[in-house]
């Protein structure tokens, strides 16, 4: 079983959707979580950490869910810009990262 | 501004050949990492180091090399053994704290024909 998983999509959603993202996580003991986003042949740049208690960003939220090992991230408004692979990534107690394969978005006008 | 600079952004290499790619951070992180990321696939951790003079092989380190002797430099080196070379390469590092978050360089796409 994979460490990470993420449904790679693709997401097509109109500008102004909100669309959301999950992603589920198989250690228990995992302690922090982090959505990165990529861009097309670019490095992945850190969106937002997720804390246990749910987390906003201007127009992202991302929530934690131990109990059933997930994590969300939302983006409410959709702009073209947000197109982009959102990765997921969890890491443990020994500072070892584990990535989603990424799920791919594309707000269309 | 800190960061972590990857070069070069574009490498071709003849198969055979050795090859170099530079990693430096100026974050004073102790921890540093090499990804490899293939289309359509995700990160894959080649080496890792969470301090000088010590390294540690990742899940895919055959065919690859590193070294650690200063904080702010980690080098890989891509051998002649590694059968697919040909990928976007990524050095991260990372604070070591709880919930510090990984940060990249820019990324070295090497092309090995």
């Known amino acids: 079983r994979k460490e990470v998983e993420q449904d790679p999509g693709p997401f097509n959603v109109p500008e102004g959707a909100t669309v959301a993202f999950n992603c589920t996580y198989s250690n228990s003991a995992s302690q922090s979580f982090f959505w990165y986003r990529q861009d097309c042949r670019k490095e992945p740049k850190l969106l937002m950490s997720v804390y246990s208690s749910g987390n906003e960003d201007g127009r992202f939220t991302a929530q934690l869910n131990r109990a059933s090992q997930y994590i969300s991230l939302l983006i409410r408004d959709s702009k073209l810009s947000d197109s982009a692979t959102y990765l997921c990534?969890?890491?443990?107690?020994?500072?070892?990262?584990?990535f989603g394969t990424g799920t791919s978005l594309t707000v269309i006008p | 501004d800190g960061g972590i600079t990857q070069s070069p952004k574009y490498l071709f290499r003849k198969e055979g050949q050795n090859v170099t790619l530079s990693c430096e951070q100026n974050l004073n992180h102790d921890a540093m990492y090499w990804y490899r990321q293939d289309p359509g696939q995700g990160l894959r951790l080649i080496y890792y180091?969470?301090?000088?003079?010590?390294?540690q092989k990742g899940d895919i380190a055959e065919g690859y090399s590193v070294s650690r002797e200063k904080k702010e430099s980690f080098p890989l080196t891509v051998t002649s053994a590694q059968k697919n070379p040909t990928a976007f390469y990524l050095c991260a590092s990372d604070g070591r704290g709880y919930n510090s978050p990984l940060h990249f360089g820019n990324g070295t796409r090497l092309t090995v024909t």
């Open positions: 990534v969890v890491s443990n107690t020994g500072n070892q990262f584990y």
């Open positions: 180091s969470q301090i000088v003079n010590d390294f």
